[in-house]
């Protein structure tokens, strides 16, 4: 079955980078576009970054642009999202989400929090 699993969370000072990474399996990964979403506890889950299935056409929320990159290796099976300059208002759980077979499937997430 279709399995997500995000890894490289963690605790980090304003200002910092983290390099979180989505695992695949159960599916073609290669033929499917990947996105990234986070969630503070008590809001709605938001969209961060997505990503093409060949790697084309990155596309980021206002509120991440310039300053996180998406990108996957297709022979791996793994989606990241590398996070530079990172803000308080970055701290949130994050989730890689794939569509297959007419559902969206998400990870288990991984948090992030940043703070001095």
């Known amino acids: 079955q279709v399995q997500l699993v995000e890894s490289g969370g963690g605790l980090v000072q304003p200002g910092g980078s983290l390099r979180l990474s989505c695992a695949a399996s159960?599916?073609?990964?290669?033929?499917?576009?990947m996105s990234w979403y986070r969630q503070v506890q008590g809001k709605e889950r938001e969209f961060v970054a997505s990503?093409?299935?060949?790697?084309?056409?990155?596309n980021y929320a206002d509120s991440v642009k310039g300053r996180f990159t998406i990108s996957r290796d297709n022979a791996k099976n793994l989606a990241y999202l590398q996070m530079n300059s990172l803000k308080p208002e970055d701290t949130a759980v994050y989730y890689c989400?794939?569509?297959?077979?007419?559902?969206?499937?998400w990870g288990q997430g991984t948090q992030v929090t940043v703070s001095s």
């Open positions: 989400r794939v569509f297959v077979r007419f559902r969206h499937y």
């Open positions: 159960g599916f073609t990964f290669s033929t499917y576009p």
């Open positions: 990503i093409t299935s060949s790697g084309d056409n990155p």
